[in-house]
């Protein structure tokens, strides 16, 4: 198994980016597929991205395809999320979990995010 721990949020515009990084406090994620999933205040946790563990393949949500890409490199047990051209609806508590095969689900072992915030 392997424990997650996000970092990188934080507060900017509307057009702004922001790097979020997920990395392995515990274990590694080499193996892993890795996803990002968001949760905004009174809704679910949605799919944002995922990567698969070879790197190889990657999956976007459709409203932020364009605008994020994710990216691994396993030798450092990191994961990160690029975000740019932010928008106010891309507010959100941002979490990294490992995946299923199917990579928009989560195996659930959640952390305790990085928020970020994207001011009009």
């Known amino acids: 198994q392997v424990q997650l721990v996000e970092s990188g949020g934080g507060s900017v515009q509307a057009g702004g980016s922001l790097r979020l990084s997920c990395a392995a406090s515990?274990?590694?994620?080499?193996?892993?597929?890795i996803g990002w999933f968001r949760q905004a205040g009174g809704k679910s946790r949605e799919f944002v991205a995922a990567i698969h563990w070879s790197g190889d393949s990657t999956d976007y949500a459709e409203d932020v395809k364009g605008r994020f890409t994710i990216s691994r490199d396993n030798a450092k047990n990191t994961v990160w999320l690029q975000m740019n051209g932010l928008k106010p609806e891309d507010t959100a508590v941002y979490y990294c979990?490992?995946?299923?095969?199917?990579?928009?689900?989560?195996?659930?072992?959640w952390g305790q995010g990085t928020q970020v915030t994207v001011s009009s």
């Open positions: 979990s490992a995946t299923r095969t199917a990579m928009t689900i989560p195996l659930g072992s």
């Open positions: 515990w274990g590694t994620l080499s193996s892993y597929n």
